[in-house]
């Protein structure tokens, strides 16, 4: 489906051979060679950089404005279809956006693209929209069939190209073999990248690729690039932190998730977009992870005081996971066992209990870990009733990762009534699960990684070489982690 390309070194260089140089402005946008009037063109090439860029709220917006200058522009309602669905990002779209979503594909199907590759990004479309599938997994793949087959027809084509990798990157392997399957994306994007360097898509598409333990130094380059590529993109300004989370470098994530948690501010209107809670949440772990834990507060109060946050995944992850990371990172037990079980009234919660159990892992561990293994116990009870939410709704990672949290709370309930072989067993079962799955690209990182917290126990229980060791593993997935690193001085 890709053109043949160089193995990853020498497209690595090329890659930072032209990193290196400036990114001229006119080239930060696509120029997309749609059949529309020149002022829904315009519109066209705008709503495409930002589907690019990941701006679904405002993409849409472009398209609208498209299709309200050239009734007749069949792009208009690709891209306002396209807007409605997010390939990459966890959970499903909400009933609002598939209903905006089908209807622009009812239209698009009514009307006749005026080329070849128009013709080909319409039928990519539609095969999401199509009437049949049963579940959003397979409305997934047949978008992404179908993408890839647009590109295949249209070779020359860069958007055709990008979107044809993000297609691969929404439907690559789970497990072990993912970090494969990108690589091989990642090769076919370092050489397009070479074509159109200032591509946002492309920059962008790679960054994904590459976020992953084995992959994030090939990351890197691009991650120095994109905030200049789309430097008024709250998600393009937030999307090199994946990298530099990975790398352990905290102040370029700094930095950048306030870039970014300040644009999605100020381009908000009824609803705070998404992208604000998601910078906020990776600004917090950034300034836990420098021994910031005041400031990182400050950034936790600024996100639970915004009232109108929009009702996203990405979102209610972070409103769920930035309070109670604060509360475990500064082992403050106590508090986590007593964390209410109310959340921010902004999200409805029923929707996100992957994101809800966080809030009962804190107070099932806070509570074993500060002496009350009855609470604890109650928590688990809590945990197991929203891990059968999560298998009931196809969510099987997070289902996975609820069991790891389940685990470790039961560990520290047997670490505190003094049975140690089991809690070590549970504790490593738990942290074997979590390595094996992974972190998901939604967080920072886990609230806290059962690796490191294995490397509690021992050091609780006296075995300081294997709790070093546990310690230098927990590093080695994510770099320059302060509680790991303040154990091992």
Not at 189 to 198: G, T
Not at 270 to 295: C, F, K, N
Not at 335 to 354: C, G, K, N, T, V
Request: contains cysteine; aromatic residues 6%; proline residues 7%.
């Amino acid at each position: 489906m890709f053109p043949v390309t160089p193995g990853p070194g020498a497209a690595l260089a090329a890659l930072m051979a032209a990193a290196a140089l400036p990114l001229p402005l006119a080239a930060q946008g696509v120029d997309f060679p749609s059949t529309c009037a020149a002022e829904a063109d315009a519109a066209v090439d705008e709503g495409l950089t930002l589907l690019h860029n990941m701006m679904y709220i405002k993409a849409e917006a472009a398209f609208e404005r498209a299709a309200g200058a050239d009734p007749d522009c069949a792009m208009a309602q690709w891209g306002v279809a396209m807007a409605n669905f997010h390939p990459l990002w966890p959970g499903t779209p909400t009933e609002d956006e598939t209903a905006r979503g089908t209807e622009a594909a009812r239209r698009l199907a009514s009307m006749a693209p005026g080329n070849d590759l128009e013709r080909a990004f319409a039928e990519a479309a539609a095969a999401f929209y199509a009437s049949g599938h049963e579940s959003y997994p397979a409305r997934l793949a047949a978008w992404a069939e179908a993408q890839q087959a647009a590109h295949a027809q249209n070779p020359d084509d860069v958007d055709a190209a990008a979107l044809a990798a993000l297609a691969r990157l929404a439907t690559a392997p789970p497990g072990p073999e993912r970090a494969k399957a990108n690589a091989r994306v990642g090769d076919a994007l370092d050489a397009l990248h070479a074509r159109a360097p200032a591509h946002p898509g492309v920059i962008h598409y790679a960054i994904h690729a590459y976020d992953s333990p084995e992959l994030k130094e090939r990351g890197v380059p691009y991650a120095e690039i994109y905030d200049k590529a789309a430097p008024s993109a709250a998600h393009a300004l937030h999307m090199p932190a994946h990298i530099f989370t990975r790398t352990g470098d905290w102040q370029q994530s700094i930095d950048l998730n306030r870039r970014s948690a300040d644009a999605a501010l100020e381009t908000s209107r009824d609803v705070i977009q998404s992208h604000y809670a998601h910078a906020l949440d990776y600004l917090a772990y950034g300034h836990l992870q420098l021994g910031r834990p005041d400031e990182a507060a400050r950034i936790v109060d600024e996100l639970m005081a915004a009232e109108n946050h929009q009702v996203s995944f990405g979102g209610a992850y972070a409103l769920a996971a930035a309070p109670v990371r604060l509360l475990l990172e500064e082992e403050r037990w106590s508090e986590a066992a007593a964390l209410s079980p109310e959340m921010h009234p902004a999200i409805p919660w029923d929707r996100f209990p992957q994101a809800v159990a966080m809030r009962w892992f804190a107070k099932g561990l806070g509570a074993a870990r500060s002496g009350d293994p009855a609470a604890a116990r109650a928590a688990t009870v809590e945990l197991e009733r929203l891990h059968g939410a999560m298998r009931q709704d196809g969510q099987d990672y997070w289902a996975q990762l609820a069991e790891g949290q389940i685990a470790t709370v039961e560990a520290w309930i047997a670490q505190a009534e003094g049975d140690a072989d089991r809690a070590l067993a549970l504790q490593r079962q738990a942290a074997d699960l979590e390595d094996a799955i992974g972190k998901n690209p939604v967080t920072p990182g886990h609230v806290l990684p059962a690796r490191e917290l294995l490397g509690d126990m021992l050091a609780a229980q006296g075995r300081t070489a294997e709790a070093a060791e546990a310690y230098r593993a927990t590093l080695a997935h994510s770099p320059n982690r302060a509680r790991s690193l303040a154990a091992l001085n």
